[in-house]
């Protein structure tokens, strides 16, 4: 067998990925296998999220139940993350495949031993002013596999599942300049999205926010119907707390990891175009 890694790293970029010959893949893909997938809900927040193992094509020396798992894991993949030893092996193999720039790699030392984020007492959310404010449901993302691996933070904040990791002004006709306020905003700007100064007025659809890894990535996060905001990191699942565990009230002033620069609330709709 081959196998395609890929390495959950962005939120609104697709992944990079990079591929192993058949005596590298089956020890791994065995190895993954003991230790298990990462669970539905784990995350990291924004950042490094682990690694999605893609087998290309089966091995002829491997056993029955290894050639069964590969049969479930073949379209899917299977997601690593919480197995330090493993992880640490397959980011080597990463900066030794990928071309990463040295702000990624410099995101990855040391990435494996930051722990899954463990949920911190629920807070007290702002009033919703969106009027058409989606409900904050993860389970209708997280719980079908292909929508949660084809599906990224542009997908979510919008609410819409296109299936085809959307990225702001495809659909439009006008593509992302950069990674920066000013190469994704016009964007976004372009699908149908209205700049707002703040989130307290009350308007017809819903308030979203662009936040910016500067030159490497960007991320969307949304007020749901209950006033707090969720977001979805890349492939990754669904969730309603920032890098530090905390229940986001603002994503100006949550913890967002190396997404350091708050572009823009945002207002979307049900009638905005994406792809």
Same mark, same amino acid.
């Given at each position: 067998?081959s196998?395609?890694?890929?390495?959950?790293?962005?939120?609104?970029?697709?992944?990079?990925?990079?591929?192993?010959?058949?005596?590298?893949?089956?020890?791994?893909?065995?190895?993954?296998l003991?230790?298990g997938?990462?669970?539905?809900?784990?995350?990291r927040?924004?950042?490094y999220q682990g690694?999605?193992?893609?087998?290309?094509?089966?091995?002829?020396?491997? !056993?029955a139940?290894?050639?069964?798992?590969?049969?479930a894991?073949?379209?899917?993949?299977?997601?690593?993350?919480?197995?330090?030893e493993?992880? &640490?092996e397959? $980011?080597?193999? #990463?900066?030794k495949?990928?071309?990463?720039?040295?702000?990624? &790699?410099?995101a990855?030392?040391?990435?494996?031993?930051?722990p899954?984020i463990t949920?911190?007492?629920?807070?007290d959310?702002?009033?919703?002013?969106g009027q058409n404010?989606?409900v904050y449901?993860?389970?209708?993302w997280?719980?079908?596999?292909?929508r949660l691996?084809?599906?990224?933070?542009?997908n979510y904040a919008?609410? /819409?599942a296109?299936?085809?990791?959307a &990225?702001?002004?495809?659909?439009?006709?006008?593509?992302?300049?950069?990674?920066?306020?000013?190469?994704?905003q016009?964007?976004?700007?372009?699908?149908?999205?209205?700049a707002? #100064?703040?989130?307290?007025?009350?308007?017809?659809?819903?308030?979203?926010?662009?936040?910016i890894?500067?030159?490497t990535d960007?991320?969307?996060?949304?007020? !749901?119907?209950?006033?707090?905001?969720?977001?979805?990191?890349?492939?990754t699942?669904v969730?309603?707390?920032?890098?530090?565990?905390? /229940?986001i009230?603002?994503?100006?002033?949550?913890d967002?990891? !190396?997404?350091? &620069?708050?572009?823009?609330?945002m207002?979307?709709n049900?009638?905005?175009? $994406?792809?």
């Open positions: 067998m196998l395609s890694v890929q390495l959950n790293i962005f939120s609104g970029r697709p992944n990079p990925r990079f591929t192993l010959s058949e005596t590298e893949a089956i020890s791994l893909f065995k190895r993954a003991e230790v997938p990462a669970s539905p809900n784990a995350s927040g924004l950042g690694f999605t193992l893609l087998p290309v094509e089966p091995g002829s020396d491997m !056993d139940m290894s050639q069964d798992a590969l049969g894991a073949s379209a899917l993949g299977l997601t690593l993350m919480g197995a330090p493993l992880e &640490q397959l $980011i080597t193999l #990463a900066l495949h990928l071309e990463l720039s040295p702000t990624v &790699q410099n990855l030392a040391h990435a494996y031993e930051r899954l949920a911190l007492p629920q807070v959310c702002p009033d919703c002013k404010a989606p449901d993860p389970d209708w997280n719980n079908n596999a292909v691996a084809n599906n990224n933070c542009y919008n609410n /819409q296109t299936n085809t990791f &990225q702001p002004g495809r659909a439009s006709g006008t593509p992302i300049t950069g990674m920066s306020c000013g190469g994704v016009p964007s976004a700007v372009s699908d149908g999205l209205v707002s #100064a703040n989130f307290s007025e009350n308007t017809p659809g819903w308030y979203v926010a662009l936040v890894w500067p030159d960007f991320h969307w996060y949304r007020q !749901d119907s209950n006033g707090c905001w969720s977001h979805k990191p890349g492939s699942p969730i309603n707390t920032d890098n530090a565990g905390a /229940q009230t603002d994503p100006a002033t949550c967002r990891g !190396d997404y350091t &620069q708050f572009c823009s609330y207002i979307t049900s009638g905005v175009v $994406i792809s």
